[in-house]
Nanobody
Framework: QVQLVESGGGLVQPGGSLRLSCVAS??????MGWYRQAPGKERESVAT???????NYADSVKGRFTISRDNAKNMIYLQMGSLKPDDTAVYYC???????????WGKGTLVTVSS
């Protein structure tokens, strides 16, 4: 089955930028995306991208975040800019496994936006 590994999280000041990466292995992959879960809140979709490059963003990140995909490397990226304290969360990579027909999750990477 698909396995996902995220990287790139860390501490950044408000207004700063950060880039997250996720590499997938193990199976054929469909839609991929980034989700996040802040303390005490439910997990929410941040951005998704199809194999053809069609993207979708949460309203809260439009214009600040950009998702991209490298199909040859089975990787997706999330370029985050103009970061706010409200963006603080664990960010999870998600991918749809086309062989087993289920969604797979990475273990997450913590992004903390604080001065």
């Amino acid at each position: 089955q698909v396995q996902l590994v995220e990287s790139g999280g860390g501490l950044v000041q408000p207004g700063g930028s950060l880039r997250l990466s996720c590499v997938a292995s193990g199976s054929r992959i469909g839609v991929m995306g980034w989700y996040r879960q802040a303390p005490g809140k439910e997990r929410e979709s941040v951005a998704t991208i199809t194999t053809y490059g069609t993207t979708n963003y949460a309203d809260s990140v439009k214009g600040r975040f950009t998702i991209s995909r490298d199909n040859a490397k089975n990787m997706i990226y999330l370029q985050m800019g103009s970061l706010k304290p409200d963006d603080t969360a664990v960010y999870y990579c998600n991918a749809y496994d086309l062989v087993f027909n289920n969604a797979r999750w990475g273990k997450g990477t913590l992004v903390t936006v604080s001065s």
